[in-house]
């Protein structure tokens, strides 16, 4: 099926320091999600983008929905040890009438404390 | 706001036979809901787009009648693993939005062990 790039693929960084991880498509979407993903348990909603250009926040986390809407990157700052996990970007596509999301490649973080 | 509970958690059964996975929009309603498989260390796959009141659409290479989706309410859609697989187990996860332009919210998902 259909997924978005994702990078990097993995990262270990020290706690404190700054993550950025970004979402590539050859498609263009009208929204962009992203999520985070403990084990064993379903993605919880982090971010929603909803029109090109825009840049949000939600505490640490700051994401922007690329210009040419076929990208989109989310950054965090001053990374803790709760932040591992696997963080995922979603795309809304619109076929047929319909809507879906489509899941990125996965950015899986670790902190080392 | 925006809860999805999904149920049950995790489920093991015997090949051969069948189960069902629930999914519930707890605070509002659905119009549509999706369920994803997910492997270890993978992404969520899109197997099936269900609006309420009508036919799932399946990705392609999704057996339809292997599973069955029943979307029967706003807050309400089921999937049905039938004749069950060592190879269909997998995380399965739903998830739940109230249109275009919205976003979409998670289930805990199940996990099925199929022995």
């Known amino acids: 099926g259909q997924q978005l790039n994702q990078s990097p693929q993995s990262m270990f960084i020290q706690e404190g320091e700054d993550v950025s991880m970004n979402c590539t498509s050859s498609s263009i979407f009208n929204t962009w999600l992203w999520y985070k993903q403990d084990p064993g348990e379903g993605p919880v909603l982090l971010i929603a983008?909803?029109?090109?250009?825009e840049l949000t926040s939600n505490g640490r986390l700051t994401a922007q929905f690329g210009i040419t809407r076929k990208d989109s990157f989310l950054n965090i700052s001053a990374s803790i040890p709760s932040d591992v996990g696997i963080y995922f970007c979603?795309?809304?596509?619109?076929?047929?009438?319909?809507?879906?999301?489509?899941f990125g490649t996965g950015t899986r973080l670790k902190v080392l404390a | 706001g925006a809860v999805v509970s999904q149920h049950p958690s995790w489920v093991i059964c015997k090949s051969g036979t069948s189960v069902k996975i629930e999914c519930r929009s707890l605070?509002?309603?659905?119009?549509?809901m999706f369920w994803y498989r997910q492997f270890p260390k993978q992404s969520l796959m899109l197997m099936a787009t269900s609006n309420e009141g009508s036919k799932a659409t399946y990705e392609q290479g999704v057996e339809k009648d292997k599973f069955l989706i029943n979307h029967a309410s706003l807050t309400l859609s089921t999937l049905t693993v039938t004749s069950a697989h060592p190879e269909d187990s997998s995380f399965y996860i739903c998830?739940?939005?109230?249109?275009?332009?919205?976003?979409?919210?998670f289930g805990q998902g199940t996990r099925l062990t199929v022995v």
């Open positions: 605070d509002f309603q659905a119009t549509t």
């Open positions: 998830s739940a939005s109230t249109g275009k332009y919205t976003e979409a919210f």
């Open positions: 979603a795309g809304q596509l619109f076929p047929s009438g319909t809507y879906k999301y489509i």
């Open positions: 983008l909803y029109k090109a250009g």
